[in-house]
Nanobody, 123 residues
Framework: QVQLVESGGGSVQAGGSLRLSCVASGYTYSTYCMGWFRQAPGKGREGVVV???????YYRDSVKGRFTISQDNAKNTLYLQMNSLKPEDTAMYYC?????????????????WGQGTQVTVSS
């Protein structure tokens, strides 16, 4: 079973940057779909960006050009670099992982979820 632990959240002003990290431990998937979801207060969870084991990434339109997903396989770590942050990016951010990579860009169900890290952007 994969465990995911996020870190790097915090409070920033609009226009600022944060980098989230997600360390995977336990059983690691040889093929996968991994990424980041978020949930703002009073709203449902939404996908931010996911990446599959082939290296293909799928971004939410509202974060394209501002957010970048990357990974360090040697460290079993997934990153989310967030630049030009906006107040509407305020949410709890969750790291997700699943061994099924087919249809990664459309997945909403994942076998593993982290506990979340809070990102707050003030105007």
């Amino acid at each position: 079973q994969v465990q995911l632990v996020e870190s790097g959240g915090g409070s920033v002003q609009a226009g600022g940057s944060l980098r989230l990290s997600c360390v995977a431990s336990g059983y690691t998937y040889s093929t996968y779909c991994m990424g980041w979801f978020r949930q703002a207060p009073g709203k449902g969870r939404e996908g931010v960006v996911v990446i599959d084991s082939r290296g293909s990434s799928y971004y939410r339109d509202s974060v394209k050009g501002r957010f970048t997903i990357s990974q360090d396989n040697a460290k079993n770590t997934l990153y989310l670099q967030m630049n030009s942050l906006k107040p509407e990016d305020t949410a709890m951010y969750y790291c997700v992982a699943d061994p099924q990579w087919v249809g990664c860009g459309q997945k909403t169900t994942f076998r593993a979820w982290g506990q979340g890290t809070q990102v707050t952007v003030s105007s």
